[in-house]
Structure formats: C-alpha cells, structure tokens
C-alpha cells in the first residue's frame, strides 16, 4: 500500500515531465485551485483506501500516482492506493461490500458497480458535472455505470484492446492487410500457423484478454447470452455457428491458450513466440521503451478487429469503472477525487502516459494528442465508441455483470474448443448457469 504526499510529487517531476504532464508545483498549484472551487469539499481529516487494477504500462503509473499525490496535498485528504492484478479486483471488492469495511473506491473492470447496486454511493452528481463540462459520455460507457436514472460508479476510461500482429508474418502469409471479415481472418490464422508464425488468443480465465475476444466471437454470429427482455438465448443455432468458428481458430493457436491469462499473450509476444492476439497497446509500448526489441517494436502494427456475419462491429472493450462504497466515511473526498481524475489538466495528461492503452469516455477528450502522437495508436481511440456493453444486447445491471465475472461465455467456448464437452453440452452448461443467475 503507497502513502502519497506533496513531498513525493515533488520528486517524481522530473520523470514524469517525459511524458507532457503538469508536475511538480504547476500540478499542484492547479489542484489547489480546483479544490477551492470544486462542488465537493474533502471531508476535515478525510482518508481514502482505494483499490485499482495493476497497471500495464508504467507511466500511466507514474501519471495516476501524480494525480493522487496533488489531490492529497490539495485537500488534505490522506490517500492510501493499492494496486491488484485484474483477476483480483472483483473478489476483492466483494469482500469490502460485504463486510462494508477494507476499501472506500474500487477501481475495476466491466459493469463491476452493477455488481453492489445497494452498496455504491451514487454518483448522478459528479456524472451530471463531468458530461455536461466535457462534450457527454460515450453511449457504451454510461451504461456500463446506470441503473435506471441512477449512476452506481463513473466509467474512468476504456482498455481498448485491438488486433496486434506482426506485419512482416502477415506479408509471408499473403495477406497485404489485416482481414476485415470472419472468414478472411481465420484463413489468415491457418496461414500464420503453417508459417510457424502463430496467433493466439486466452481462453483461460483471462478477465480482460479472454471475455473480450470470445464475446466478440459470440456476438459477431448473431448470439448472445440474453436477449432485449433478458430472457435466455444462448443455446441457438447462431451460438452452434459460433462455437464451430472459435474452434477453427483455436486449432491454429500457439499450444497452452486454454490456461492463458490476461498477462500471457503480452510475454508470449513480446518473446518472438507469438505473431497475432488480441490486446492493449501495452505489448507495442512495451516493445518501443526496451532497446533490446526494436526491431518487434518497429514490425507490431494494430488493426480493428474484423466484422463478422452480423456485418457491424460486435467488440466487446475492457470498460474500467471507478465506485465508491456507501459505506465510507467520507463521500465528499470520494466524489471530489472521482472528479478529479477525469479534468481536463489531468485527464489528457494521464492518457499521454498510458500512451494510447486508456481511451476517453467522454466525448470531448476525441481529439487528445496521444491519437495522432504515433499512427500506431490511432485505432485505439475508437474503443469506446465501438464497443458494446458487457450485457450485449441484454439490460446492463448485475446479472449480466454476475455472468461476466463468472466466466461463462469463456467457458463454454473452452469447453468446445478444448474437446471438455462437445457443442451441446457446452451450451446446455452455459444455459444452466445463466438460468442460476437470471432468475
């Protein structure tokens, strides 16, 4: 656990200076100032324990810990943040929502305020300043947050995750650009594999990594866990489609994928081992800032993910919303830090440092600099503006963020893939366990 104070962002200006950001006495001095005339005063002697999601590229680190360290220094408010790994943030906030002790915000991934809706200090508020002062929230985004009229968390940002693949495999495979269909990407996998330069994708429980390109699959035949009503759907013929597709794909996989992780393809591919995934822009930052990988950093290039027979995009990106619990002692300090994090001053900074792995949720950050900073980004801008909400097409709230956490799409996709169960039972299972959860 980090204890930030004034002295500390002091001393971190100048390393993160590299990164464009207002440091040192200029960021401070800003806070100050926003202190005095946000609508949210810091409770006297406020403190705040706030749990987020480990981090993928350090100065985004370095960026969020700035921004932490001058909230502190402005409103005297006492900040106590720790990191977890993705797979870790959900059970950890359960603990904290039903023991109503351990954490003030959670900071995690998909609908997880939809998964406390009675234990979440709402946030219309702060939700109603934001989107009026920065141009409205992106249409995926608010719902990943409201039940009803009721803001449970505020979508900080977008883990865009995109195709990154190595050009010169795709140029030896034939293929002069990255496919844009079904048909012509699963083609272009079988080419990479025989090429002995595969691609791979988790199928493990892989929280971001995994649920994102399996819905994405889902989805792009037409299939979907719910429907409109949230009545049960996904024992179809389109899920059949669906499974016999991923199959097809994951038999042109790097071997292990079924126990990969959300960290797994970034070191397989950044170890020369992997060729094509699916993921934040980390694994290429990661390339570009170790001088012993410029040759992977120069060949790793970014693509939309391809269209399937549904013919419109059916992503399914790494929404990263932030809650605070109802339980806290001091809702003003953790509304005021929410705030905080998403002006101006700090929010375009903070999206420099990630260097394209977060996207805006609201509307007026779509022409930050880090877009145009390098052509390599640029897709990443898109993600939360093509991304469908983690319910698909079912009613956004905490069932469908239960079936998320559950690893249910995941699953069943695993259990065909790997030969666990054949397509039937893989569904059968599925639908008893939405049956469990939508009741």
């Not at 009721?150 to 693949?165: F, H, Q, R, S």
């Not at 409109?228 to 996989?253: G, V």
């Not at 797994?264 to 012993?292: H, Q």
């Not at 993600?383 to 995941?410: C, H, N, Q």
Request: aromatic fraction near 12%; include cysteine.
């Amino acid at each position: 656990m980090q204890d930030f104070t004034r002295r500390s962002l002091l001393q971190g200006g100048t390393a993160l200076a590299a990164t464009g950001m207002l440091t040192g006495p200029a960021l401070f001095d800003f806070a100050k100032a926003w202190a005095q005339s946000a609508p949210w005063k810091a409770e006297p002697g406020a403190k705040l324990t706030v749990m987020r999601w480990k981090r993928f590229v350090p100065a985004e680190d370095d960026a969020f810990n700035a921004m932490v360290a001058a909230f502190k220094a402005a409103t005297g408010t006492e900040m106590n943040v720790f990191s977890e790994s993705f797979e870790d943030v959900q059970p950890k906030a359960s603990v904290a929502a039903n023991t109503g002790s351990g954490l003030d915000l959670a900071w995690g991934l998909h609908t997880l305020p939809q998964l406390f809706p009675t234990k979440v200090l709402k946030m219309n508020d702060v939700a109603d300043y934001l989107g009026k002062k920065y141009g409205g929230w992106t249409d995926a985004a608010a719902k990943t947050c409201k039940l009803g009229n009721d803001w449970l968390g505020i979508p900080v940002a977008t883990n865009g995750g995109y195709m990154t693949y190595r050009k010169s495999a795709l140029d030896k495979a034939g293929f002069k650009e990255f496919p844009k269909d079904f048909p012509g990407f699963l083609e272009m996998c079988k080419a990479l594999k025989a090429n002995n330069t595969p691609a791979g994708f988790a199928l493990g429980h892989a929280s971001g990594d995994g649920n994102s390109w399996l819905h994405w699959v889902l989805w792009g035949h037409g299939a979907y866990t719910v429907d409109q009503n949230d009545k049960i759907i996904i024992n179809s013929p389109e899920t059949a489609k669906a499974l016999e597709y991923c199959k097809a794909l994951y038999e042109s996989f790097i071997p292990g994928t079924a126990s990969w992780n959300d960290s797994s393809n970034n070191k397989a591919f950044l170890a020369g081992e992997l060729y094509c995934t699916a993921n934040g822009i980390s694994i290429y930052v990661a390339a570009k800032t170790d001088p012993s990988k410029k040759e992977l950093a120069e060949d790793t290039y970014h693509a939309l993910w391809p269209v399937g027979p549904v013919g419109k995009p059916t992503e399914l990106q790494l929404a990263l919303p932030i809650l605070a619990f109802n339980f806290t002692k001091y809702p003003n300090a953790a509304k005021a830090f929410v705030a905080f994090m998403l002006e101006k001053e700090n929010y375009e900074k903070w999206l420099d440092g990630a260097q394209g792995y977060l996207t805006q949720t609201l509307n007026a950050y779509e022409n930050a600099p880090i877009w145009t900073a390098d052509p390599k980004n640029t897709v990443f801008s898109q993600a939360s503006k093509r991304t469908l909400p983690a319910s698909g097409i079912g009613t956004v709230g905490e069932k469908a963020a239960t079936a998320i956490a559950d690893f249910i799409v995941v699953d069943m996709f695993a259990n065909y893939c790997t030969g666990a169960k054949d397509a039937k039972a893989a569904m059968a299972e599925a639908e008893r366990q939405l049956k469990r959860i939508y009741r």
